[in-house]
Nanobody, 125 residues
Framework: QVQLVESGGGLVQAGGSLRLSCVAS????????MAWFRQAPGKEREFVAV????????YYEDSVKGRFTISRDNAKNTVYLQMNSLKPEDTDVYYC??????????????????WGQGTQVTVSS
């Protein structure tokens, strides 16, 4: 069992930045591929970014490429999402997710076994 706790969300003006954090506990963090998803009310949860468990290779959804950066610190059992140049359309609840021995091809919600509770990001125009 893996427990995930996100933090770092909030209200920011368009063009601003936020850094989300997700702390994992319960199992060996270094064997888990970690991802960020986001979801707006009434919409499907969609993939944002992923970082592979053993290589640190990353992959991003097209609309966030060049603006968001996913990273991990295995010593701190933490995955981050640095979000720059934020836009109003980035407003969502952001969730981190974990999949043991996953790959960067794992971009579907149903592929992930563990989820955090979510953190709200609101970008004002």
């Amino acid at each position: 069992q893996v427990q995930l706790v996100e933090s770092g969300g909030g209200l920011v003006q368009a063009g601003g930045s936020l850094r989300l954090s997700c702390v994992a506990s319960g199992r060996t963090f270094s064997t888990y591929t970690m991802a960020w998803f986001r979801q707006a009310p009434g919409k499907e949860r969609e993939f944002v970014a992923v970082v592979r468990w053993n290589s640190g290779v990353t992959y991003y959804e097209d609309s966030v490429k060049g603006r968001f950066t996913i990273s991990r610190d295995n010593a701190k059992n933490t995955v981050y999402l640095q979000m720059n140049s934020l836009k109003p359309e980035d407003t969502d609840v952001y969730y981190c997710a974990a999949l043991e021995y996953g790959s960067i091809g794992n971009t579907k919600r149903g592929q992930y076994h563990y989820w955090g509770q979510g953190t709200q990001v609101t970008v004002s125009s």
